[in-house]
C-alpha cells in the first residue's frame, strides 16, 4: 500500500504557519535564474506554446509545468531545474497557453484540465529524438494536468515516459474551489481573479466579439468565472462540468507508471477530496505523501540550496529511471 505517513519534511519553526509557507518562497526565496532556450512549437489548432529547455547534455529530460498563473520563471519551476540540471538531467519548462509573456492565438488559452496541450509537447519531444527516457513534474494546477493526463492514457501511455510528481494538486476541483472560497484564502483568490481579468482584456481585443469584460468587478470566486470565461471557452456547460470533467482524482486508478502525489495536510487550497488515499492504497504505481505541514507549492527549507520538495522529487525520479 503506497500510502507514505511519514514524510521526513519539517517546517522551519518561524514558518509553522500555512499562510507564511505558501507565501514565503515567492516573496523572500532568492535564486538564481534558470539558463533557458526557448523553443516555439505550433499546436494542431494553429496556435503555440514556448517550451524553455535548460540542457546539460543528458539523455533523459523532466518536463515541468507550472500551476495556475504561473510561468517558467518562478520560483519553484526554476528551483526544481537547478536539483534536475546538478543531478544531471535536463529539462524543460511548459509555460501554458497565454503564460510565456505573449498572448496565444486562439480564443482558448488553459485549464485545470487541458491535457491536449501535453500531448503535443510529448509528441515534440519523442520526435526530436534527443532523450531516451522522459520524466514529468506537476505542480497545482500543472500536478492536475500532469496526473489526468498519465491517468487517462493507463496503461498505453508512451513507453518513454518513465515517471511522475506531483506537488500540491486539486485533485477535486470543486472541493478546492470551494476552499479558495472561504475567508483564510481571500487574499489568494483575489491575486488570481485579478490576473485572470488582466489577461482577458488582452483576450478580448483579439476577439472583441467573443469576449466580454462587463461587470468582471462582480465575479469573487472560480465557480462565478468559470462558469462566465472557463467553461464556455473550452466546450464546457458551467464549472460545475468543467470541474467533474478535469479533476484528476477520477483517473488516479488507472495510473500505471510510478507517480507520486505530494500534497501538504494544511495545503490552504486544497480540500479533503484531494487526498486520494483510498486511491493510492489501491494502487500500487500512485504514491502519495502528505507532510503535516507545507502549504501549497511551499515545503521551505532553510538548509542547503534546494527546498524539501525538489529533494524528493529528484529522489523519487531518480528512483525511477
Known amino acids: ?79 526544481m531545474v537547478h536539483i534536475f540540471n546538478e543531478g544531471g538531467y535536463d529539462t524543460v519548462s511548459m509555460n501554458f497557453r497565454g503564460c510565456s509573456g505573449e498572448s496565444n492565438k486562439a480564443l482558448r488559452f488553459y485549464h485545470s484540465g487541458e491535457t491536449g496541450d501535453l500531448q503535443t509537447v510529448i509528441e515534440h519531444l519523442e520526435a526530436s529524438g534527443n532523450y531516451k527516457r522522459i ?53 489568494y483568490m483575489k491575486r488570481f481573479i485579478r490576473s485572470l481579468g488582466l489577461k482577458l482584456e488582452t483576450k478580448a481585443k483579439q476577439y472583441p466579439n467573443e469576449i466580454s469584460l462587463d461587470n468582471f468587478g462582480v465575479i469573487k470566486n472560480f465557480k462565478q468565472f468559470d462558469d462566465r470565461y472557463t467553461a464556455p471557452m473550452h466546450g464546457f456547460k458551467d464549472a460545475e462540468e468543467y470541474w467533474a470533467r478535469n479533476s484528476s482524482k477520477q483517473f488516479l486508478e488507472n495510473i500505471r507508471i510510478p507517480t507520486l502525489l505530494i500534497n501538504a495536510l494544511d495545503d490552504p487550497f486544497l480540500g479533503k477530496g484531494s487526498f486520494p488515499y483510498k486511491e493510492a492504497g489501491n494502487n500500487p504505481y500512485l504514491y502519495l505523501e502528505t507532510p503535516e505541514t507545507g502549504g501549497h507549492v511551499g515545503f521551505v527549507t532553510f538548509t542547503g540550496k534546494h527546498y524539501w520538495s525538489e529533494r524528493r522529487a529528484f529522489q523519487f525520479i531518480h528512483d525511477h529511471p
Open 1 to 79: 500500500m503506497p500510502v507514505l505517513k511519514a514524510p521526513d519534511y519539517k517546517a522551519p519553526i518561524l514558518l509553522r504557519n500555512r499562510h507564511l509557507l505558501t507565501i514565503f518562497p515567492s516573496l523572500f526565496r532568492k535564486i538564481k535564474p534558470a539558463n533557458y532556450t526557448r523553443t516555439r512549437i505550433s499546436t494542431q489548432d494553429n496556435d503555440f506554446l514556448d517550451l524553455d529547455f535548460s540542457k546539460v547534455g543528458s539523455d533523459q529530460l523532466v518536463v515541468i509545468l507550472h500551476g495556475l498563473e504561473g510561468n517558467s520563471q518562478r520560483q519553484y519551476i526554476t528551483g
Open 135 to 187: 520524466h514529468l513534474v506537476g505542480f497545482s494546477l500543472g500536478g492536475n494536468v500532469t496526473l489526468k493526463y498519465v491517468g487517462e492514457r493507463g496503461e498505453a501511455i508512451p513507453p518513454i515516459i518513465r515517471s511522475v510528481v506531483a506537488i500540491s494538486v486539486p485533485c477535486d476541483l470543486k472541493d478546492s474551489s470551494i476552499e479558495l472560497e472561504k475567508r483564510h484564502n481571500f487574499i
